[in-house]
């Protein structure tokens, strides 16, 4: 009996089983490389520098902060992401299917694994969704006050119990010594209720986007992308002018544990050329877009974090910067009011293409496991007119909407990133064991230097990650229970539904 489990978890499908499969399916292949850059770019530059890129400078609740030293934060986790990136690229290129790393461990490790992988996933996109959302509330709670002449103040200023979560709430309240009833509604008296109004109506209007088809999500994004960009550009050419490089001393204040800590947060906003590996199976050229978007969304984005960096440290002191509105934030201390209004407003447009591409991903993901009988058949159910997962798509956003009435946005982040770290891990042993498994297969990309590469992105991922298990509590708590979890559903209903 023992020996027969064992076998069942470590069933695995070959590369040519994974890629028939793909052939037989009906999502329509529309995307270019193009497209596909700009969903990478969406998914990285967005919260990476609108949001994250501040808690990383300044330091987070439980952690300490890199200061202007966060370049050298960045680049440690370009490099560590460089090898992981090879790796998508590599695999990606020859089997071009939904479902990203929860497909290739499929692959290579067999069906236990590939669950627990596609489980901790939905960490990095439909739990890490829920800081996008939050963040995209701030900004455009800030931009409405900047119409307070213009608009009643019941829209300017509306109650923070329909705009926050519960958990928050009861942060702010307990920070400042406010009476939490002055601040939220109880039902019955004992319950405490808060909904997050903008983030429910931003999760509505971006799945029925994504639901009438996927070319015009990346026509979407491709538009918000651009204003993104035309933001940070803006803010680099004028922001540049005003530099102080007094600011920038203590370079590392606080030493290479602020350094590190920078690293792990900043991974945050690093998931986006895994969002493009997920959207393999409705591209038109797989074998060469994938790694060209990939490895293209990565050089671009890390370039463009090192110079807002430099930037925003050389305009604000550390101690002085917004983590919730850095850029604008910062234009706003060297009276640049109107940039900084563009600024809040480009945000909200930008954090909003964040949000899509972060829906979508974790729709195909759970496609590609509902396909693999992970999840029930209803799941994978597909539209008839815009043959997109509906069902999914719907599911996803209930999910997200559920979970930002109670969930910290911070929590969530960090959560985000030890599912990243776990989807990194599991690509580059996916690339070394596929190596060995599957010698014969033409490979249009390959990671050079293998196993060195696989091993050193094994182990840059691994050493961050144990070393943020140290520094934070919460999401350390939060993040086995998570696992837990999906081991407990796979026993009750996936392992039974897979055997044939």
């Known amino acids: 009996m023992v020996k027969r489990v064992a076998k069942n978890l470590l069933t695995r499908k070959t590369a040519q089983e994974l890629i028939e499969r793909a052939k ?15 969903i990478g770019i969406g998914a990285v530059v967005g919260t990476g520098i609108l949001t994250i890129i501040g808690t990383a400078i300044q330091g987070g609740p439980e952690s300490v902060g890199a200061g202007p030293a966060i370049v050298i934060s960045m680049i440690l986790a370009a490099i560590a992401c460089v090898f992981s990136a090879l790796c998508y690229s590599e695999i990606a290129s020859f089997i071009p299917v939904s479902g990203s790393v929860y497909t290739y461990t499929y692959a290579t490790l067999g069906e236990f694994a590939a669950w627990i992988v596609g489980w901790v996933l939905m960490l990095n996109y439909a739990i890490g969704n829920i800081t996008v959302a939050s963040s995209w509330c701030g900004y455009l709670t800030q931009l409405l006050k900047g119409f307070s002449k213009y608009l009643p103040d019941f829209v300017v200023n509306f109650p923070i119990w329909l705009r926050s979560d519960v958990r928050s709430i009861y942060i702010m ?24 109004l903008p983030v429910v109506a931003l999760t509505l209007l971006a799945t029925i986007i994504l639901i009438k088809g996927v070319k015009e999500s990346a026509r979407f994004a491709g538009i918000m992308v651009c204003l993104n960009l035309l933001m940070i550009v803006s803010f680099i050419v004028v922001g540049s002018k005003y530099i102080q490089p007094e600011n920038w001393v203590p370079f590392a204040p606080n030493g290479m544990s602020g350094i590190l800590m920078g690293a792990f947060i900043i991974f945050f906003a690093y ?51 917004n983590p919730q509105a850095p850029i604008a934030h910062a234009l706003h201390m060297i009276n640049k009011d109107y940039l900084a209004g563009f600024i809040s407003t480009a945000a909200v447009c930008a954090l909003a293409s964040v949000f899509l591409i972060c829906q979508l991903a974790s729709t195909r993901i759970l496609y590609a496991m509902s396909r693999d009988k992970f999840l029930p058949k209803v799941l994978r159910s597909i539209h008839r007119k815009h043959r ?3 069902v999914l798509t719907w599911t996803v956003a209930i999910v997200i909407i559920i979970c930002s009435l109670f969930m910290d946005l911070n929590i969530s982040a960090e959560l985000c990133n030890y ?21 014969n297969i033409k490979r249009p990309f390959k990671v050079p230097f293998v196993p060195l590469f696989p091993i050193l992105g094994i182990i840059s991922c691994s050493a ?17 229970l998570w696992v837990l979890i999906g081991v407990l559903i796979y026993a009750s209903f996936s392992y039974k539904n897979l055997r044939r």
Do not use: W
């Open 419 to 439: 599912g990243t770290f776990t989807a990194f891990i599991a690509i580059c042993v996916a690339v070394i064991i596929l190596r060995k498994t599957e010698p």
């Open 24 to 38: 037989t399916g009906t999502l329509k292949k529309t995307l270019n490389v193009f497209d596909l850059i700009i």
């Open 388 to 390: 997109t997962p509906h």
């Open 271 to 321: 998931i986006g050329f895994d969002a493009v590996s997920t959207a393999a199976e409705e591209t038109k050229n797989p074998q060469k877009d994938i790694p060209r978007a990939i490895l293209g969304t990565l050089t671009f984005c890390t370039v463009l974090y090192i110079l807002v960096a430099l930037v925003l440290t050389g305009i604000v002191p550390i101690n002085q910067i």
């Open 173 to 196: 309240c307990d920070k400042y010594g406010i009476d939490i009833h002055d601040k939220i509604p109880f039902l019955f008296d004992k319950i405490p209720f808060a909904i997050n």
């Open 464 to 480: 961050l990650m144990i070393y943020s298990l140290k520094q934070l509590t919460s999401s350390a708590i939060m993040f086995p």
